[in-house]
């Protein structure tokens, strides 16, 4: 099959930011007569935020869908045009990047780490393995949720850079979208930077936190 046309790659990118923009935390919540988690424990719409509002298995399932709608349009696109590898992260980050900034909650929305799991492995499963490790080991060695999560992040460019790219033929252009997504997951982690520098951030999954913008939010 040829290579995606511009209009198509386009339609791609726009079906794929629509579809992570999904807000399923929201919903999930509200659907089982929770309230609105935005106004309840850290205020994000996260898996980790809901599981403290709903309990452990919503915010699971929160999780799992999260990852699945970064999942469902990368590995759609790929199927069709597994030798467009560009398009394949484009669609990827357009994904998260609905997550992100989800037009049905005025551009705001979670961190995008679950969907970008989703999407990782979408393009290949065994894409999120050393970020997954780094987060693992983060873990492990400090509560940190959300540090394991900005290292799993950083890891996400090198990754690619080492492992996928040179199957592209060289191409480095197929690094910029996933260093892009790198970035805005460390961007959207800011605010938990400044806690672990200053020592007040929130110690694992689903721990309770003192003010809305406290926690980690997938």
Same mark, same amino acid.
């Given at each position: 099959?040829?290579?995606?046309?511009?209009?198509?790659?386009?339609?791609?990118?726009?079906?794929? @930011?629509?579809?992570?923009?999904?807000? @399923?935390?929201?919903?999930?919540? +509200?659907?089982?007569?929770?309230?609105?988690?935005?106004?309840?424990? $850290?205020? &994000?719409?996260?898996? =980790?935020?809901?599981?403290?509002?709903?309990?452990?298995? /919503?915010?699971?399932?929160?999780?799992?869908?999260?990852?699945? +709608?970064? @999942?469902?349009?990368?590995?759609? *696109? $790929?199927?069709?045009?597994? #030798?467009? +590898? /560009?398009?394949?992260?484009?669609?990827?980050?357009?994904?998260?990047?609905?997550?992100?900034? $989800?037009?049905?909650?005025?551009?705001?929305?979670?961190?995008?780490?679950?969907?970008?799991?989703?999407?990782?492995? %979408?393009?290949?499963?065994?894409?999120?393995?050393?970020?997954? %490790?780094? @987060?693992?080991?983060?873990?492990?060695?400090?509560?940190?949720?959300?540090?394991?999560?900005?290292?799993?992040?950083?890891?996400?460019?090198?990754? =690619?850079?080492?492992? /996928?790219?040179? %199957? =592209?033929?060289? &191409?480095?252009?197929?690094?910029?979208?996933?260093?892009?997504?790198?970035?805005? /997951?460390?961007?959207?982690?800011?605010? &938990?930077?400044?806690?672990?520098?200053?020592?007040? #951030?929130?110690?694992?999954?689903?721990?309770?936190?003192?003010?809305?913008?406290?926690? *980690? &939010?997938?």
């Amino acid at each position: 099959m040829p290579p995606p046309t511009s209009l198509q790659l386009a339609l791609w990118c726009l079906g794929a @930011f629509l579809c992570g923009s999904i807000p @399923f935390g929201l919903l999930v919540v +509200k659907v089982l007569g929770k309230g609105d988690v935005r106004t309840q424990g $850290s205020g &994000n719409i996260g898996a =980790t935020n809901v599981s403290r509002v709903a309990g452990k298995g /919503v915010g699971m399932v929160v999780l799992l869908l999260d990852a699945a +709608k970064g @999942f469902a349009p990368t590995w759609c *696109f $790929s199927r069709i045009w597994p #030798e467009s +590898k /560009v398009g394949i992260a484009l669609v990827a980050l357009a994904a998260v990047l609905g997550h992100m900034f $989800s037009p049905w909650l005025k551009f705001r929305g979670g961190k995008g780490v679950a969907t970008a799991l989703g999407v990782c492995l %979408a393009t290949a499963w065994w894409l999120p393995m050393p970020g997954f %490790a780094l @987060f693992l080991l983060a873990l492990g060695l400090t509560r940190y949720v959300s540090l394991g999560s900005v290292l799993a992040a950083l890891s996400l460019p090198f990754t =690619t850079w080492w492992l /996928v790219q040179p %199957a =592209t033929g060289g &191409n480095h252009l197929y690094v910029l979208p996933w260093a892009l997504l790198a970035v805005l /997951v460390i961007l959207k982690h800011r605010e &938990n930077i400044g806690r672990l520098l200053r020592g007040t #951030e929130a110690k694992l999954w689903g721990s309770k936190v003192s003010s809305p913008q406290d926690g *980690f &939010n997938a």
